[in-house]
C-alpha cells in the first residue's frame, strides 16, 4: 500500500496562494489514480482535484476550477496542488489520497482511494 505524506499548508489571506505537495513512497504502480480532497469543520470530505496518472488526465470541482492546479512530478513521486485566488471558503484539512478506481466511477468518490495522508491544514482569512 501507499504511504502518502502532505506538506504546504498554511495560514493565507484571502487572494493568497499556496502550493501543497504529498510525497508517495510505498509504490504508486498500483495507483491509478492520485487526487485531493479536503474537510472543512462540521462538513464531509469532499473531492477537490485529480489526476489519472496513466492518461495524466485532471478533473476539478466547480468550486475551485480555474484557481486550483494539480500537477505531478514522476521522478519525486510526488503530488501537487497549486491554489491560487484563495478564499475563506476554501479553509479545510487537505488531504492526499491514492486508488484504482472501478471504470464509470466518479473520480470524487472516496470508495475509489485506498490510501489517505494524514492532512495539511489551511486557512485562508478574509
Known amino acids: 500500500q501507499v504511504q502518502l505524506v502532505e506538506s504546504g499548508g498554511d495560514s493565507v489571506q484571502d487572494g493568497g496562494s499556496l502550493r501543497l505537495s504529498c510525497v508517495a513512497t510505498?509504490?504508486?504502480?498500483?495507483?491509478?489514480?492520485m487526487a485531493w480532497f479536503r474537510q472543512a469543520p462540521g462538513k464531509e470530505r469532499e473531492g477537490v482535484a485529480a489526476i489519472y496518472l496513466h492518461i495524466n488526465h485532471t478533473y476539478y470541482a466547480d468550486p475551485v476550477k480555474g484557481r486550483f492546479t494539480i500537477s505531478r512530478d514522476n521522478t519525486e513521486n510526488t503530488l501537487y496542488l497549486q491554489m491560487n485566488s484563495l478564499k475563506p471558503e476554501d479553509t479545510a484539512m487537505y488531504y492526499c489520497?491514492?486508488?484504482?478506481?472501478?471504470?464509470?466511477?466518479?473520480?470524487?468518490?472516496?470508495?475509489?482511494?485506498?490510501?489517505w495522508g494524514q492532512g495539511t491544514q489551511v486557512t485562508v482569512s478574509s
Open positions: 489520497a491514492a486508488g484504482h478506481p472501478s471504470y464509470g466511477d466518479p473520480w470524487y468518490m472516496h470508495a475509489n482511494y485506498n490510501s
Open positions: 510505498g509504490g504508486t504502480y498500483s495507483s491509478s489514480i
